[in-house]
Each structure stands twice: as structure tokens, then as C-alpha cells.
């Protein structure tokens, strides 16, 4: 099983290219980042974990400018978001910050992308919560023609593009609906997810890991009906806290990577965690 790992990187951790190179010459498969572009201090939205908001949230790197410079310094690891909160970006702009770093870095990127916890972040980003799903589901489709190989536009709910020259394009090739790169949606599992995984991506990011063998057959039953084909199907469990047990059950139900957390720390712990990870790799 392939391991990677996710983090929060911020101004007080250790930085995205010395924890890039430790993770490609140690043998991870790839590292995640995480986005939050700024909490508001009079949040009422609980946090999910519950207990208070952790310091990390409200100090996140910007993760395609942290995947840019670990794509500088590496040549196999690869690299992803966990998740990019699509509604909350203009889907112009992201379709070439996605397509750039995926571009740069040779086709290594994972669009790790989902919906979000934190109503106000979202708010000021102007994100009606009622209907954050289906405005991703349509900024989703949005940037799926702008990646296309000939101008193609989209007339949408939310937004729309005329037929336009937009390079660089993604480096993989279209899978089926899958236009860009490698897309994981992360999210609970649930019928509208599932039905939004096998329309438009090529799989599913589970936060934790729980539940998976009650899940896992909802979802291929879902995908095959969709006209997907079963081989296709990705699931990588997120924000992991690895055990052998855990992991070996994970292979037993067919997952090939699996992203484990690291602590948002500097550079010493990190390096010590890494150290004791060893073990699974």
C-alpha cells in the first residue's frame, strides 16, 4: 500500500520543500495540503472535531503555492489537496492553478476536493450553504471545459465561460466523464455524494477511514450502475492514524494508498513522526 501524508503546513511549521524532499527520499508516495483562506473570529460553526478550533486553521499556507515549491524540489512525489473548497474560488482562476501545477509538476497532482465545514468562511466568500454542492458540481463542470483539448464553453446554474484558449492543459488523459486531474471527493458517505463521485470524479477521499466496509460496497454499486468501470474506482483514506491492523484491512478491501496525518509542527517533531512511520512504508 502506498502511504502519504497530510498536513497543515503554516508560517509556524516546517516548510513545504524540506518536508517534500525528507518525504520522496524516505519512500511516501505523496503529500496533501489542506486550505482554509482565513476563519473569522465570531465563528458560530462548531468544529467538526469538536472542542476548540485548533491554532493551525487560521495560519494555513496557501496549498497550491505550497505544492508549486514541493513540485520544485521533487521528481516522483506526489502531490494533492485535501481538500480544495472548490465554491469558495472563482472557477477561472482555480481551472489554471490546478492545470499549472499539475502541468509543472509532470501530471503528479490530485485534486482532492470538497464542500466545506465553516459557514462563515464560506459566506465571505459569497457561498450560499443550502447550495454549496450543486455550486461545485458546476464550477466543476466549468473548469472541465476550460481543460478540454478544443475551446469549449459552459453555460451553467452558477457561472459560465465562452469557448476560450486556456493552456496549460492538465496532463492526464480525459476517463470517461473525468476531464483534469486525478479527482477525489471527499465528504460523508451518502447517496448524493456517491452520485457526484461517479459523475464527475475518479473517486473517493473518506475523512478517517470509518465505516468503509459498509460504504465501500454502496459505492461500487453506485459506480457500476454509473457506466464506470469498477477497476477505476479509487479510494484513499484521509487523515489517517495508521495501524497495522487498520491498513492491512484496508488492502483486504482492495485500497492502495492511504494518507496518513502528520502533526502541524516544525521541523524536529515532523521529522521524528516521519521517523516512526517508517514502519508501514
Same mark, same amino acid.
Not at 25 to 44: C, K, N, Q, S, W
Not at 229 to 257: H, R, S, T, W
Given at each position: 500500500?502506498?502511504?502519504?501524508?497530510?498536513?497543515?503546513?503554516?508560517?509556524?511549521?516546517?516548510?513545504?520543500?524540506?518536508?517534500?524532499?525528507?518525504?520522496?527520499?524516505?519512500?511516501?508516495?505523496?503529500?496533501?495540503?489542506?486550505?482554509?483562506?482565513?476563519?473569522?473570529?465570531?465563528?458560530?460553526?462548531?468544529?467538526?472535531?469538536?472542542?476548540?478550533?485548533?491554532?493551525?486553521?487560521?495560519?494555513?499556507?496557501?496549498?497550491?503555492?505550497?505544492?508549486?515549491?514541493?513540485?520544485?524540489?521533487?521528481?516522483?512525489?506526489?502531490?494533492?489537496?485535501?481538500?480544495?473548497?472548490?465554491?469558495?474560488?472563482?472557477?477561472?482562476?482555480?481551472?489554471?492553478?490546478?492545470?499549472?501545477?499539475?502541468? /509543472?509538476?509532470?501530471?503528479?497532482?490530485? #485534486?482532492?476536493?470538497?464542500?466545506?465545514?465553516?459557514?462563515? &468562511?464560506? %459566506? +465571505?466568500?459569497? $457561498?450560499?450553504?443550502?447550495?454549496?454542492?450543486?455550486?461545485?458540481?458546476?464550477?466543476?463542470?466549468?473548469?472541465?471545459?476550460?481543460?478540454?483539448?478544443?475551446?469549449?464553453?459552459?453555460?451553467?446554474?452558477?457561472?459560465?465561460?465562452?469557448?476560450?484558449?486556456?493552456?496549460?492543459?492538465?496532463?492526464?488523459?480525459?476517463?470517461?466523464?473525468?476531464?483534469?486531474?486525478?479527482?477525489?471527493?471527499?465528504?460523508?458517505?451518502?447517496?448524493?455524494?456517491?452520485?457526484?463521485?461517479?459523475?464527475?470524479?475518479?473517486?473517493?477521499?473518506?475523512?478517517?477511514?470509518?465505516? /468503509?466496509?459498509?460504504?465501500?460496497?454502496? #459505492?461500487?454499486?453506485?459506480?457500476?450502475?454509473?457506466?464506470? &468501470?469498477? %477497476? +477505476?474506482?479509487? $479510494?484513499?483514506?484521509?487523515?489517517?492514524?495508521?495501524?497495522?491492523?487498520?491498513?492491512?484491512?484496508?488492502?483486504?478491501?482492495?485500497?492502495?494508498?492511504?494518507?496518513?496525518?502528520?502533526?502541524?509542527?516544525?521541523?524536529?517533531?515532523?521529522?521524528?513522526?516521519?521517523?516512526?512511520?517508517?514502519?508501514?512504508?
Amino acid at each position: 500500500m502506498r502511504i502519504s501524508v497530510t498536513i497543515f503546513l503554516t508560517d509556524e511549521t516546517i516548510t513545504p520543500t524540506r518536508l517534500a524532499r525528507e518525504l520522496e527520499d524516505r519512500g511516501f508516495a505523496g503529500l496533501y495540503l489542506p486550505e482554509h483562506t482565513h476563519i473569522p473570529v465570531d465563528r458560530t460553526t462548531p468544529y467538526p472535531a469538536g472542542g476548540g478550533l485548533p491554532r493551525e486553521y487560521g495560519r494555513t499556507l496557501d496549498a497550491f503555492v505550497g505544492l508549486g515549491q514541493a513540485a520544485a524540489v521533487t521528481e516522483r512525489l506526489g502531490l494533492g489537496t485535501g481538500i480544495t473548497l472548490v465554491a469558495q474560488h472563482d472557477p477561472i482562476d482555480l481551472a489554471k492553478q490546478i492545470a499549472t501545477v499539475d502541468h /509543472l509538476s509532470g501530471g503528479r497532482l490530485t #485534486l482532492g476536493l470538497g464542500y466545506g465545514w465553516n459557514v462563515e &468562511e464560506a %459566506a +465571505d466568500h459569497g $457561498v450560499e450553504w443550502r447550495t454549496r454542492r450543486e455550486l461545485v458540481r458546476d464550477r466543476m463542470a466549468l473548469m472541465r471545459a476550460l481543460w478540454s483539448e478544443e475551446p469549449t464553453g459552459y453555460e451553467g446554474k452558477f457561472g459560465s465561460v465562452r469557448p476560450s484558449l486556456a493552456y496549460p492543459k492538465p496532463v492526464r488523459e480525459p476517463r470517461g466523464p473525468v476531464v483534469g486531474p486525478r479527482t477525489l471527493i471527499g465528504g460523508g458517505a451518502g447517496p448524493k455524494l456517491f452520485s457526484h463521485i461517479c459523475e464527475y470524479a475518479d473517486g473517493w477521499l473518506p475523512i478517517g477511514g470509518r465505516g /468503509l466496509g459498509e460504504s465501500l460496497p454502496v #459505492l461500487r454499486a453506485a459506480w457500476a450502475e454509473a457506466g464506470r &468501470e469498477p %477497476a +477505476d474506482l479509487q $479510494v484513499v483514506p484521509y487523515a489517517v492514524v495508521p495501524e497495522e491492523g487498520k491498513l492491512k484491512y484496508y488492502g483486504e478491501l482492495g485500497i492502495e494508498e492511504t494518507v496518513v496525518q502528520l502533526p502541524p509542527a516544525g521541523e524536529t517533531e515532523v521529522l521524528r513522526v516521519l521517523d516512526g512511520l517508517a514502519r508501514f512504508l
